[in-house]
């Protein structure tokens, strides 16, 4: 199946600093790639749509200005925490979907677990 | 409003079966997936249903009702890696995944 990479899988940061999350997809391409936030023993929630060569999709509730989202090029999608703050500290999770099977499957990375100190 | 209703938590034997039921309300409908996601690792994929029925995949069986919104994830011969949150999704009418809250499937030896 198909590959999505996240880098770093884990970091921890001072308040204030700004912290940027890289989503990759290995062996396809990925002109749309999602990006969650999962808090402890809560579901998945999303955040938002990147989408290559355009401006991510924002999901209601979540500050544009605080999570930049660079979709670059067709394998790569960067999530930047800027002006992180202790209620940041999460899981933040990417996904990217495949068409190449029967159905649009959702490939995840192995998420990033932020912690702000 | 598009909501997904899974039990929060199950317990269950080794080497039983268990079965996890999802129902939805979502604006539209475009297929159903399980996913299974052990603590602080992100999901895997186990299933998906866009057609009525039960699909088959080893000791995992997925059923869907689309007339009910009602779908289950049964699992057979339970093993302790089986312990997991185990989610239900919908691709709603915009292809977006409406995700349902998780259930937490403790396996007892």
């Known amino acids: 199946g198909a590959v999505v990479s996240q880098h770093p899988s884990w970091v921890i940061c001072k308040s204030g600093t700004s912290v940027k999350i890289e989503c990759r997809s290995l062996?396809?391409?990925?002109?749309?790639m999602f990006w969650y936030r999962q808090f402890p023993k809560q579901s998945l929630m999303l955040m938002a749509t990147s989408n290559e060569g355009s401006k991510a999709t924002y999901e209601q509730g979540v500050e544009k200005d605080k999570f930049l989202i660079n979709h670059a090029s067709l394998t790569l999608s960067t999530l930047t925490v800027t002006s992180a703050h202790p209620e940041d500290s999460s899981f933040y999770i990417c996904s990217a979907p495949s068409t190449s099977g029967d159905y649009n499957e959702q490939f995840f990375g192995p998420g990033t677990r932020l912690t702000v100190l | 409003g598009q909501n997904i209703d899974q039990p929060t938590e199950m317990t269950a034997t080794e080497g039983a079966i268990v079965q996890i039921n999802c129902t939805y309300q979502?604006?539209?409908?475009?297929?159903l997936f399980w996913y299974q996601q052990h603590a602080g690792e992100a999901p895997t994929f186990l299933s998906y249903?866009?057609l009525d029925g039960l699909e088959e995949k080893g000791r995992f069986s997925s059923f869907l009702s689309r007339s009910k919104g009602y779908s289950y994830l049964l699992l057979k011969e339970l093993q302790m890696k089986d312990s997991a949150s185990y989610l239900c999704?919908?691709?709603?009418?915009?292809?977006?995944?409406?995700w349902g809250a998780g259930t937490k499937l403790i396996i007892k030896p």
């Open positions: 062996d396809f391409q990925a002109t749309t």
């Open positions: 249903n866009v």
């Open positions: 999704a919908v691709l709603d009418s915009n292809y977006q995944l409406i």
């Open positions: 979502t604006s539209g409908f475009n297929g």
